[in-house]
């Protein structure tokens, strides 16, 4: 069994920083696209950020410049550093990860989400 857990969420003012984590655990073979989304009140689910197992990234153009996606694929983690936060970008944060649970080769991975953390940007 796979988990996503995500940390790092909280209050922050206009124009500062945070720095989100989410970690993988369980039976991992091999960890290929992880991503960042979020989901504001009454919006729908959006892609924030992903980075593939070959460190392409790839960015919704309103966090263009401010949001970083990194991975460290021996640690099993991806975070998302956000600076220059807007109170647009206040929302729920799920960490996604396409992941290989099996050894078989092959074999597709499977999508995991985490259970979020909330971000709100306000003064």
């Known amino acids: 069994q796979v988990q996503l857990v995500e940390s790092g969420g909280g209050l922050v003012q206009p124009g500062g920083s945070l720095r989100l984590s989410c970690s993988a655990s369980?039976?991992?073979?091999?960890?290929?696209?992880m991503s960042w989304y979020r989901q504001a009140p009454g919006k729908q689910r959006e892609l924030v950020a992903l980075?593939?197992?070959?460190?392409?990234?790839k960015y919704v153009d309103s966090v263009k410049g401010r949001f970083t996606i990194f991975r460290d694929n021996a640690e099993k983690t991806v975070d998302l550093q956000m600076n220059s936060l807007k109170p647009e970008d206040t929302a729920v944060y799920y960490c996604?990860?396409?992941?290989?649970?099996?050894?078989?080769?092959?074999?597709?991975?499977?999508?995991?989400w985490g259970k979020g953390t909330q971000v709100t940007v306000s003064s």
């Open positions: 369980g039976t991992i073979f091999h960890i290929n696209t």
């Open positions: 980075i593939t197992d070959g460190f392409v990234t």
């Open positions: 996604n990860a396409d992941i290989v649970t099996s050894g078989v080769p092959l074999v597709a991975g499977k999508e995991f």
